[in-house]
């Protein structure tokens, strides 16, 4: 059952949702993209990955959150609303960002798992997902790097056309993510 938005945001716990996972997608990227200043083997580099996993594991749970959130209201209309062209363009890339939140972290598990190597979790080591298989843990980690490197192309497609359209456009598509002010 979807509770009917009759404000022109969205729901509080929805626009948190969205505002600490760009956090966390932030962290995740920085502490990958921060090993490579520490030299293999190191403790610093060893602690950028920990986090790099357990970070995006914490999307991967959060996300599941933020989707029964989201399919439980309705969107709160665009005003003035938007060419059938932006509409399939804006849905196409939600789609691709929650299944890049769902799919990334989901292939981190596989690529430790396949690797013979603990999932940590924030004090916890998560189950293997599948039998070791070092073989498999590099195929699956070269597709994971290379659609990681696409994210950040989809991420800043997501922001811009946000600012487009509050810029541009003049409509409310960005405000409706924004907190209410007081």
């Not at 290379?146 to 960005?174: E, Q, R």
């Amino acid at each position: 059952m979807n509770k009917v938005t009759t404000s022109d945001k969205y729901s509080s716990s929805l626009i948190i949702m969205h505002w600490l996972m760009l956090l966390l997608m932030i962290a995740v990227f920085a502490s990958i993209e921060c090993r490579v200043f520490f030299e293999k083997g190191t403790e610093t580099r060893d602690a950028f990955k920990m986090w790099h996993f357990m970070l995006g594991m914490l999307i991967f749970f959060l996300v599941w959150l933020r989707l029964v959130i989201r399919l439980r209201q309705t969107a709160p209309a665009i005003t003035p609303p938007l060419k059938s062209s932006q509409a399939l363009l804006a849905k196409i890339a939600h789609v691709l960002l929650y299944v890049f939140m769902i799919a990334m972290p989901l292939a981190g598990w596989f690529i430790l798992s396949a690797a013979g190597k603990p999932v940590p979790f924030f004090g916890l080591s998560l189950p293997a997902l599948i039998a070791e298989n070092k073989d498999l843990a590099k195929v699956i980690k070269e597709w994971h790097e290379l659609i990681g490197s696409y994210g950040y192309y989809l991420i800043a497609f997501h922001a811009v056309a946000g600012l487009y359209h509050h810029y541009f456009i003049k409509d409310n598509t960005l405000e409706r993510m924004l907190l209410k002010k007081k």
